[in-house]
Structures are given as C-alpha cells and as structure tokens.
C-alpha cells in the first residue's frame, strides 16, 4: 500500500476553494515533489495531511492512518519543517533538539548520540549551544530539518525547504535531503517552487490553483511535450501566432507577456520553415530541450515564477 | 528509559525563556516593590491618619501586601500564558501540535509552568513583610504556598482561555486594559470592596481575584479591623477552585480544536 493516500481532498476559505478535488499517492521511499507557484495549495494540502487543518471534503492517509480521524497515528509517522520559522528563538540550537526528543518520547540513552549525528550532518556541531536567534536564515534551515529527522519519521515533509536560502547554501540541502533518502530510506514530500528542485524528485505533482494538472516522473512529464520548445519573440504575436497555425499547422502556446512558444519534434529543422513562413518580423528565437518550466508553461499558459522579484525572504507569520 | 514527559519539557522551556529574559524578571520584581512603597506610602497618610504617637503608619502598607501578591500574580500569570499567542505567531506552536503528544498535555505544561512562575514571583514578595510590620511565621508560609498556588492556578487556566483565542499579539494590549487592570482594580486589592457602589461591588463578586486576594487577608493580616478580609476563607477556595476548573476545561476544549 502506498505510505501517502489522498483523494479527492477539498478545502475552501470563505467560499474560495485553496485545494480543490487533490488526488495522488506516494509510495514508500518516494521522494516526492508538490510543484506550483504561489497560492497553488501546497500548504494547505500539506497541514491537511499534517493533521493541523481539516477538509472540507474527501480523504487522507499516511502510513495507513487517516488524518482526520487517527491523527495521533499521523503524527507518530511524520516529521514536518514547515515554510516558515519554527524554532524557539531563545533557546540554543542543543536545546531545540533537545526539546523535540521529549516531545517525541525518544529514548533518553539514544537522544544525545542522535542530536550530536544530526548536528554533524547540517553542519551546526560548533554551533550548538549558541542561542537560535544568532543563527542566519540557512543555518535555522538546516537546524530546523535535523530537527524533523530527530525522531526518524516514516515520512519527512518538507514545505520549501529552501525557500529564503542562497544559491549556495540551496545545493547544500538539497544534497543532503537526497543523501539523506539514501542513509535513511524514508520517504520525501516536499513542496517548491523551484524547477531544478522539482527535477531531483523521483516524481512530481504539478498543481495550480488547486487542482493537480499533471503527476509523473520528471522525465516522463518532459517526454509528454514531445519535442524540443521553439520560442519566438514577434511584432505581432497574434498574426504570428494565426500564421503559425494556419500557414504550417503547429500549435504555438501564447505567453502572457508576449511572445509565443511551440513544441516541435525536431526544433533545428523546424526553424527555418517558421521564418520563412511567417510574414511579421521576428526578433528572437530560441531553441531548447524541454524543462519542467516548458511543462508548466504548457500547462497553465503562464511561468511558474511569476512573483520573481519579490522578495523571496518574506515569510508570512502562522495564523490558524 | 523512554523520556516520557512532555509536560516535564514544556515547563522547562517556559522556566528557562523567564530566566533568560533579564528584562521580564526585572519587571516582576520590582513592580510590586512600587506599588507597595510609593503607593503604598503615598496612600497611607490619607486612608489611616497617623496617631501623635506614630501608630498606624504602615497600616495601608500592610494592607497592600495582599493585594500586590495578587496583582504580582495575575500579570505573571496572564504573561505566561502569552507565550501560546508568542508561539503561535512564531511558528513554534506548530512543532508542538503536530507533535504526538495530546493537546491536554500542552494545555497542563503551560498550566503548570505559569502556576510555577507566579508562586515563584508571589512568594518573593513575603520577603518584604517583615520590613513592612507584617508578622510571618512558618504556619503562614505553608498556608501562603497553598494559596497563591491555587490562584496563580486559576489565573493561569484563564489566561489560557483568552490565550486560546487570541490570534496575534496585538489583542494582548486590549485584554491587558479592559480585563486585566479592571480585574486588579475590583478585587479589593487596593481598598475594602464593601465601600464600592453597588454595580461595581457586584462586579467584585464575580471577580476571581477579590477571592485571592481576600483569602492571601485571612492570612497575613488576621488581626481584623476595617482593613481585613471579607468573605469567608472557605468561600474564597471554593470560588477559586470552581473558576479554576472551569477555565482548565474551557481551555482545553479551546485547544483541541482544529483550524
Ligand atoms: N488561513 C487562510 N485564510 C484564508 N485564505 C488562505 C489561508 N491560507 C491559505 N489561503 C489561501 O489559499 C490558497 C492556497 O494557499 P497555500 O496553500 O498557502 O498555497 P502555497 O503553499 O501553494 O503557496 C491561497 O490563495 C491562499 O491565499
Ligand atoms: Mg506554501
């Protein structure tokens, strides 16, 4: 049986719906990946399956407990670092962990050797008994991920777990997270919005204004276009786009902010054929092996990262 | 050995977070101290004249030793209990509800972590009595443990309850001044109530800490006189106890709830 069972989930917040008929399973070992943008419902469908909100509708089960009914179950299985912030910001590093170990009614002889292992894997070992609010933004991370291993849960969650992080300090989880897989074997649910994080997953849920439009493995998902991805910058994307379909027959996707893009089988041949055929200027033309971003774009029409220059920093404070 | 006391963590987290704040254990021991001399002093000439031989000079002082445990207590107790609003707006209350471990058992490590502290603070205060002309003797100490236990108990459970309820930290200014300091000032804390005028006298009866201030009175002040306690001393447990229960279950109930 698979360790994560979700069906038809549904949640509304006054009347609008944040997750919106979820379905998929995850199997034991999996590392499995939630990719949207912003807003998509991944939170939500996490704290659902987490046993910290309640569906409107339809059901969910970890490690064959169901989370509305047998949380207590639920919550023995998992370990969750959530999107924003959850240490105590005046205890040490140590004494977060050291805290964790209790709740979790850890036996106390293995404790110490536990906490001093999963130092030593994020890296924090000298740094443990400094107060958590001395701590950059990475190292919080890291802690608060070690925290989630503390127990040894059947299944990790992981809500963009580099969300806020460097480029450097990103790669750093991100090795350890699949290592981790490796040392430990349990299973992986993350959530992001970052397409190479989404290509480590051994199989990703594509979702967007909740509802899951695609699940499969990565590589799967990028055979599913077929082709290579020509994408065109034009005076006219409208007649360019009319031409296209008209003149040659292909399918060319609209982008919101201008330009268009098409799936081709093979793109080199083809591009000579489109300049040729098209009576309006041209001013780019790129060409590229499929990606989780051509995916997605193919999908919903739009880019996965449209919040790209906010800041990545903000992270909203916890209301229930 | 399994580690089996969630409860036993919870309340050292909450010991450790007071001790560390230097700001908030400053607070708490030198507030009462103001009350009881400047106000204290303040007041004392205007409610008891002083006699040409000097008597009755510290006689409000003493009387406001009672009421200051009892103010000392319910902003240490209300405070504590503020921490759940903290946590919750910091994310840490999530690490402990998504914990396996009951929400009762939350609810009972803030309980008994807030009844520590207050009887912690609450006691300190007795060091002041003798310099103030208030007797103490051992039998008065124990009796003393009994009760600001109970009360800061009870003050603890219900601070829990609006705790429960509070979604960010920004409410605590609003309950702090039309709940808090009402409290402080209907409970006989700082003059007899039986003087008050009736709406707010009856407002006094329904008000917890009229009866814990009224019974920490039959203790340290039991020589009677205009300026003793009030009801009878079993009333005031049975009052305390009852709203404590009743806060403890509410507030329970408050947290078992999912978003
Ligand atoms: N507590 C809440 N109250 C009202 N709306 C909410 C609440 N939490 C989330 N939402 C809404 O639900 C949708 C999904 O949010 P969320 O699950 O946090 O998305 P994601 O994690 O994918 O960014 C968003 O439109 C968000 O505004
Ligand atoms: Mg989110």
Known sequence: MAIIEVRDLVKSYNGLPAVNGVSFSVEEGEIFGFLGPNGAGKTTTINILCTLLASDSGSSMVNGFDSMTEP????????????????????????????????????????????????????????????????????????????????????????????????????NVWEFIADLRAREGNTVFMTT???????ACDRIAIIDGGRIIACDTPENLKLSLRGDTISLETEDDAKACLELKEGLGLEPTMIKDGGLTLIVEH???????????????????????PTLDDVF????????????NMNRNSRQPFRR | MIVNNAVYVIVMREFKRFFRQRGRLLTTLVRPLLWLFIVGTGLSRLVAPVGDDGSGAGEYMQFLLPGVIGMTILFSSIFSTMSVVWDREFGFLREMLVAPVSRLTIVVGKLLSGTALSLFQGMMLLIVAPFIGVEIGLGQVIAMVFLVSLVSFSLTAFGLFIAAHL????????????????????????????????PLKLVTYINPLSYGVDAFKHVLLPGGGRLSAEFPLILDIIFVSVFAAVMMALSARAFSKRG
């Open chain 1, 72 to 171: 207590h179950g639920v919550r023995s299985s998992i370990g969750l670092v959530f999107q924003e912030m959850t240490l105590d910001n005046e205890l040490t590093a140590y004494e977060n962990l050291k805290f964790h170990c209790y709740l979790y009614k850890m036996k106390r002889a293995l404790t110490a050797q536990r906490i001093e292992e999963l130092l030593a894997v994020v890296g924090l070992s000298d740094r443990k008994n400094d107060l958590v609010k001395k701590f950059s933004g990475g190292m919080k991370r890291r802690l608060e991920i070690a925290r989630g291993l503390l127990h040894r849960p059947k299944v990790l969650f992981l809500d963009e777990p580099t969300l806020g992080l460097d480029p450097q300090t990103r790669r």
């Open chain 1, 193 to 199: 919005h970052y397409m190479d994080e989404a290509e």
């Open chain 1, 267 to 289: 793109g080199e041949k083809e591009i000579p054929r489109i300049l040729k055929g098209l009576s309006v200027g041209v001013r780019t033309v790129n060409l590229k092996r």
């Open chain 1, 297 to 308: 774009l193919h999908m919903t029409g739009r880019e996965i990262r449209e919040d790209k």
């Open chain 2, 167 to 198: 979604k960010s930290l920004e409410g605590f200014n609003v309950i702090m001044n039309f709940i808090i300091l009402p409290m402080f000032f209907l409970s006989g804390a700082l003059y007899p109530v039986e003087h008050l005028p009736t």
